[in-house]
């Protein structure tokens, strides 16, 4: 017989698992077009006539944009809201992927990725704002793990496929199918989504099921109610310590979004489709991670009663310490070796992704999600244009991949140690600093 105290709770509608759903087919479509410049690296090399170095600097131009575009878009967010600035940002990462297909030049080329990244920009902050909105925090992870797995998930289905149509019909197919797929994205996140309030298809029992906590946690600490400047936010330890832990996450996960396939073909003299096949088995094992680790597990074991806290702390820490097997990778000799390595790497450091893309609303008032998420992803996008730069330069130099893994390695043992020592308990920004603004 069920007991009257989680009876309810069954009968509770799942439209907010429909907005999860939606939001990680935008992530999905969103990072075909960051994979699209990956698999075409040889057939750029040979259109333009261009260095390694060089498309070091071409996989990061994206990041550029979308790194200055951070912060304000978060503050954008929260004046403006998900709705409208997500469908900006939509319009013109569609028109850039057009941009890329029929670009004349290499010049052209870049400024398609420059439009790219602020197109872009608002995707992860927008998502984090929106989680926070739609789920309780006990809801979270799972919901922030659905979104954050496509990134991983769209490597095993997009290399493929985009590899099959740069072989068939050339690059410049490729990214114009992204663009398609992308103005198709447009549709249906304009007629699907809202922010809880204002949304049509929501349940009065869903609605008061969703704003319950926050109802509860406003009533106990009335402070979170306020909005707080960029200035302050940026001197509070959780939010230094969660852009670090973020930031050296995202080094690796950038370093092999970009040069994953090249790694396989040159360094393990693997042919082009194949090394397009091995390129998704490490992302397959990413997705599990995320969702299902990162996601579901985390779920499910505060629901059983566990110490929300420790269990996130726990997946976090171990998640980003299993990242270290980047190192193994470095001494790779066979192909079988460096999946093992790679998939250890990239799969801890995907289960702990959704605590990661959590954290802001978690530890920020609702006012400052969008901001806290913008600070966070700024850190991200440092990352994102270190990573293929250094790595381009490493790979010029030593005609290797093992400095540029060891130079991750090295960067994550900072972030594990601001997850750590800075970020602490993965709580509300404490009391004595909120007043203190």
């Known amino acids: ?50 260095s390694n170095v060089t498309f070091g600097y071409l996989s990061a131009a994206y990041n550029w944009t979308y790194m200055l575009c951070q912060v304000p878009v978060g503050v954008l967010l929260d004046k403006l809201g998900v709705r409208f600035v997500s469908r900006i940002g939509i319009v013109i990462w569609s028109l850039a992927s057009f941009g890329a297909a029929v670009t004349p030049n290499l010049d052209i080329f870049f400024l398609a990725r420059f439009a790219l990244g602020i197109g872009e920009a608002p995707l992860f902050p927008s998502n984090t704002k929106a989680i926070g909105h739609w789920f309780p925090s ?19 289905i997009g290399v493929p496929l985009l590899g099959y149509l740069l072989i068939r019909f050339g690059w410049r197919w490729s990214f114009a199918a992204t663009g398609l797929l992308s103005l198709a994205y447009l549709f249906i996140f304009s007629h699907v989504y809202h922010d809880p309030d204002k949304d049509p298809q929501l349940s009065d029992r869903e609605r008061e099921y969703i704003m319950a906590e926050h109802n509860e946690a406003s009533a106990q600490v009335p402070s979170l109610t306020a909005k707080y400047s960029v200035r302050h936010l940026l ?43 091995y390129t998704g088995v490490p992302w397959l094992v990413a997705t599990i991670g995320d969702v299902f680790v ?38 790779a000799h066979t192909a079988g070796q460096a999946l093992l390595w790679i998939s250890i790497s990239i799969g801890g450091l995907s289960a702990a992704a959704p605590i990661i893309w959590s954290v802001p609303s978690l530890i920020a008032p609702p006012k400052n999600v969008g901001t806290v998420g913008g600070i966070m ?35 994550l043992l900072v972030g594990i140690a601001a997850d750590a020592f800075l970020l602490g308990r993965i709580g509300p920004i404490p009391l004595e600093a909120q007043r203190a603004a």
């Open 138 to 156: 006990k809801e979270r992870s799972l919901a922030t793990g659905i979104y954050d797995g496509a990134t991983k998930f769209s490597n095993v």
């Open 294 to 331: 990162g996601g579901w597990l985390v779920d499910k074991l505060i629901a059983l009663g566990w110490n929300a806290d420790r269990v996130r702390r726990v997946v976090l820490l171990g998640g980003t310490a299993m990242g270290l097997g980047i190192i193994g990778a470095a001494t």
């Open 235 to 277: 001197r509070q330890r959780k939010v230094i310590g969660v852009a670090l832990g973020s930031g050296s996450y995202n080094y690796i996960f950038y370093l092999l979004l970009t040069w994953l396939p090249s790694y396989f073909t040159f360094a393990l003299h693997i042919d082009l489709m194949h090394s397009f096949l």
């Open 377 to 411: 992803n700024l850190s991200n996008q440092i990352s994102g244009i270190a990573a293929p730069i250094v790595t381009g330069y490493v790979v010029a130099a030593f005609h290797s991949y093992a400095w540029a893994f060891g130079i991750s390695a090295a960067y």
């Open 1 to 50: 017989m069920t007991s009257p105290a989680i009876e309810p709770q069954l009968k509770i509608p799942k439209r907010r698992w429909q907005i999860a759903w939606l939001l990680g087919l935008g992530v999905l479509i969103s990072y075909f077009d960051r994979i699209n410049l990956s698999i075409s690296h040889t057939a750029l090399i040979t259109t333009f006539a261009i």
